[in-house]
């Protein structure tokens, strides 16, 4: 006779009951996996993503906190609820983006590019994107996650800076007062500008290189150097009256000033205004 009980009644088999526990087990760990990736898009500063690599840079995932930068909450952009990234992109910068993104996917590598968006309140945001394309499954449209981070304070010194370099040549190109920039370390001249150039009747190729004291009878040396001495204290000396040589061996007075700086290799450099008081009273 048969006494096992009716099938309803038996109890699974082990294998079903260990499938089962991994099953929960898995979803547990991918539930858990799903926290830590929240925690992470929301903590890294910036923009964080992952996007389908197409027209639209379609969203799946993005940092919550992307209103200050874009002035859109992320779910606009996820699936393009309401917008597509794509459309917040500078339309002058578009092309570029989606050239320079798919050509470093294209060699297997991480891309990390500067452009421009547009805030919705039209101003522009300069941003640095960085990232990389995912793992792919066959069959499956190409993923790509990154950082975007906002560097429009940088991108705005910078160009203040290039703006303020280029006022400064120009002043110091067209200055009627003589202008000079010398190596402190070997008193080389390095840049001369018109006026100089003028009042002491040299060629600008034939001061560039020479010391500074090519210019300077003997009898100035102590002066000079005590003024050296000011300025490596004080980063700055002068205004100091003197006398300058002419190519000719004529001279003829000055009023010198000068400024301590510092180059991107780390040269110490002085900046001096020499004004010719030839025309002045004494």
Not at 192 to 218: K, S, W
């Amino acid at each position: 006779m048969d006494r096992r009980p009716p099938a309803d009644q038996q109890p699974p088999p082990v294998a079903a009951v260990e499938s089962d526990q991994t099953i929960a087990m898995l979803r547990r760990r991918l539930a858990l996996r799903e926290q830590e990736l929240s925690a992470l898009f929301d903590a890294v500063p910036g923009i964080m993503y992952r996007c389908r690599l197409n027209a639209d840079w379609t969203m799946d995932r993005m940092s919550v906190d992307c209103e200050p930068l874009l002035g859109y909450p992320a779910s606009d952009f996820i699936g393009n609820a309401v917008r597509c990234f794509a459309s917040v992109i500078h339309p002058g910068d578009r092309l570029r983006v989606s050239t320079e993104i798919r050509a470093a996917v294209g060699r297997g590598e991480r891309y990390d590019i500067e452009y421009r968006l547009i805030h919705a309140d039209g101003s522009v945001r300069w941003v640095r994107d960085a990232g990389t394309l995912l793992q792919q499954v066959s069959g499956e449209c190409e993923v790509l996650i990154g950082v975007i981070s906002d560097i429009t304070p940088r991108v705005t010194a910078e160009d203040a800076l290039v703006r303020s370099e280029a006022l400064f040549r120009a002043l110091f190109r067209l200055s009627p007062i003589g202008m000079c920039l010398n190596d402190l370390d070997t008193g080389g001249f390095l840049e001369v500008n018109d006026a100089l150039v003028a009042t002491t009747g040299y060629q600008p190729e034939e001061l560039i290189g020479r010391p500074y004291d090519c210019l300077t009878p003997a009898e100035y040396a102590a002066q000079d150097r005590q003024q050296l001495e000011t300025m490596r204290r004080h980063r700055r000396f002068g205004p100091y009256r003197k006398e300058c040589l002419r190519k000719d061996g004529s001279r003829f007075p000055v009023v010198i000033t000068g400024l301590l700086m510092r180059d991107k290799a780390g040269r110490r450099l002085v900046w001096s205004v020499i004004d010719d008081r030839s025309s002045s009273p004494p």
